[in-house]
Structures are given as C-alpha cells and as structure tokens.
C-alpha cells in the first residue's frame, strides 16, 4: 500500500490526498468526494459500517489506477478509503486526479470513482434506528 | 481437496463464519463452487449476485481452484448510495 | 459577498470550502482545484499575478451558481478565488458542487469552471524570468 | 456627455491607466465606444476580443451608455492554463 492507494479507519484529509498528486505541471485537479448520506428510502441513517477485504481492495484500486494512467498517461492519482464506522456527513472516499488541463481529469476521476464502485471489495452496511442492512446486496 | 474461503459483508452473516473450509473430491472450478455455496446456503441464492476471487483477483466460472488458493466470496460492493 | 463565493488573497483551503457545501443529504462531492502550472509554452514561469474586477466577478459568479442551481436544484455550491500573486503550484481556484449522487456533482463542477473561465472578469499575467505576459489576451 | 472607464489587465497596460474619462456629444453606444477606443488606442485591435461591461454586466453592440453607468473595459478572461 503507497502513499496514494490507501485504505485507513482514520478520518480522510483532503489536502493531504490532494497534496500527493498536485505537482507544477499539472494544473487541473478533480477530487471527488464520496459522503455518508442521511437517509436513503426515507430512513435515518444512524451510522455506516465499511468492511473491507484489504488486500484485495488495494490490488484493484491499484489495477484502476493503471488503467487510468494508460488512458490518461500524464495524470497523478490517489485513492483513499474509509473503513470501520462513519457518521453522516463523514467522507468514506477521496479520490484526487491531477492532470495538465481540466477536462482530463474530470473524465480520469468520474473514471476511477465509477470503476471503484463496481470492482473494489469494500461494503457497507447501513445501520438504522431499527435494524440494519448491507447495502446493494439484495435486488 | 480441501479449500478455504474468505467471506465478508452479507455472505459472512449468511454462513455466520469469516471463514469457511470445504471438502471435495477431484477438480473443482468457480461454477461447480459457486453451486455447492447455494445448495449448502440457500440464502446465497437471494443476493443481487456474488463473485468469487482467487488469489485477490476476481475469477471466471471456468476457473479451476486449487489448495493453497487465496478464495473468497464477494458479495455486491458497496453500490450506489453516492 | 457570502461565504459560498468568494474572491481573496489568502491561499485557498480545500478543507474549509468543502465544508461549506457538505450538507448530510449530499452524497457525493466534485471539487476542481485550479493550480498555477510551471511552464507555458516551455517557459518557466516564476509567478502569477491575478486581478479581479472584483465586484463584477462575484456578481458573475454569483451568476454561474444561480444557472447551475436552475440545472441542478439540489446541489449546494461554493466558488473561491485567489488574486495577486500566486507561486507555482498554489490553488487559484477552488470550486465544490455537492450534490445527492455522483453524475450531478461532476456535471455541475465542470459547468462551474467552464462558465468561470468565459466569464468571470479575472485576469492573469504569467511573469516569466525574461518577461511577462497577460495570459489569454492576444490571438 | 462624459463616462468614466475601468480597465483591467492589458487593457489598463496599453492605456497606461486604471481609469479614462471620455467625453461624447450626443447618444453613444457600445459599439461606438469600442470603436472610439480602437482609434485612440490601436493596440486594441490586436486583442483577441474585447468586451464592454455596464453596471457589472457585459453589455451588447447596442446598449446605450449614460452618464453614471459603472462602465469597465473587459480584456479576455484568463483563459485555458488548466
């Protein structure tokens, strides 16, 4: 696990996360920041759990960030991420994508943040006032 | 053969185990494992889907597993909630 | 001027204007961060000096957040930006779109710093070691 | 009829001031002005653009400018660095 692809139960900082990728030759950076939300189907989120299976998180964050640099071959990136248990509001991921120009790292970073959500071992479960759930797990 | 598997998130809830050994006599691939999940655990059925990883990379059904294999179940990650 | 936009001379913390725009609601955040790149046209570039029309340019981006708002509804944005003189590799502009998912915040960051670059009255002058030049202003 | 002008950027730099008062007999649009300020000050036309904002809005080719109006010169924007 580098600098960059990191997986932590520590609060995210996010120019921290932006300060690993910003550099003098790259002048547009994307972050995306992906919060706790309060309430999803109208129910109140009391907190989140995530779990994740680390090892296998670190080698996919790491494969999205090759795939991003063979599209984006100029870019810096920086996947962290959350685990353990959040409150509403607190960030689970950060990602940072420095590029020369603007409109590529906008595109690298909708990329890496899409990809994380599909590939990368890490759940959550919801937990409510009266029960819990893991979330995306059912139909 | 005996295997090992890995299990988080609802698939852990589900066989109520981090971990999970399993015995089967002659060649065992993804598909054939995958069945055996179901079978034993018929909740595993209910899920959106699940995947198996071998050695912390996600493995096709045709995927042949072997003593020693890193495995593990992965249960839909964590979606879309942002 | 409010807090959510913002024209100063003090170095932009990333921090403190996603904060502005967290909200329990918002899921998902898009940040750009504008940074002052070292070399244009393969000169170096010892500093910026940046000027503002100030009381139009908040007009203006009070603006950009208003049309975006009509797009988005429920987003929540901040627009900062930096003026006078500005190193190599500090933020000149810091925008943060919150939004309830992902494809919106996005969205809505790239139309923010789209529309800033056309119309925001802000000017740059790249001082290079041999000369300096308002970025921009000729063909 | 008198304005004052802002200018801002290369446009104060080729002007040599921050402010220009200009004095009009009769009516005067943006279009004029623009024109005026050309023949006074030729480096203008080698600008990619210039616009003419009133009272803190870009105004068009054929608003009328009074007295009074917050009148600025707006050279192009700073453009595409990243």
């Known amino acids: ?139 | 053969m005996k295997i090992q598997v890995l299990l988080f998130g609802i698939a852990r809830d589900i066989v109520g185990s981090s971990q999970l050994s399993l015995s089967h006599d002659g060649a065992l691939d993804v598909k054939t494992f995958k069945q055996i999940l179901k079978d034993k655990y018929p909740k595993m059925s209910h899920l959106s889907y699940f995947k198996v990883a071998v050695n912390q990379e996600f493995a096709k059904d045709d995927r042949v597993l072997n003593e020693g294999d890193e495995i593990a179940l992965i249960p839909p990650v964590s979606g879309g909630s942002f």
């Open chain 1, 1 to 139: 696990m580098s600098d960059l692809i990191h997986i932590t139960n520590d609060i995210l900082e996010v120019e921290k996360i932006v300060s690993l990728v910003s550099h003098p030759e790259l002048g547009g950076i994307s972050v995306f920041i992906g919060a706790v939300r309060n309430r999803t189907q109208g129910k109140n989120v009391v907190r989140l759990e995530y779990e994740a299976y680390e090892p296998m998180a670190v080698a996919e964050m790491t494969r999205i960030c090759n795939r991003l640099k063979e599209q984006w071959s100029d870019a810096r990136v920086a996947i962290h991420h959350r685990v353990g248990i959040l409150t509403v509001g607190e960030a689970a991921v950060v990602i940072a994508v420095a590029t020369p120009h603007r409109d590529h790292a906008f595109a690298a970073c909708k990329f890496a943040i899409d990809t994380l959500k599909e590939t990368v071992p890490i759940w959550k479960k919801e937990v409510f006032e009266d029960g819990e759930v893991w979330v995306a797990a059912h139909p």
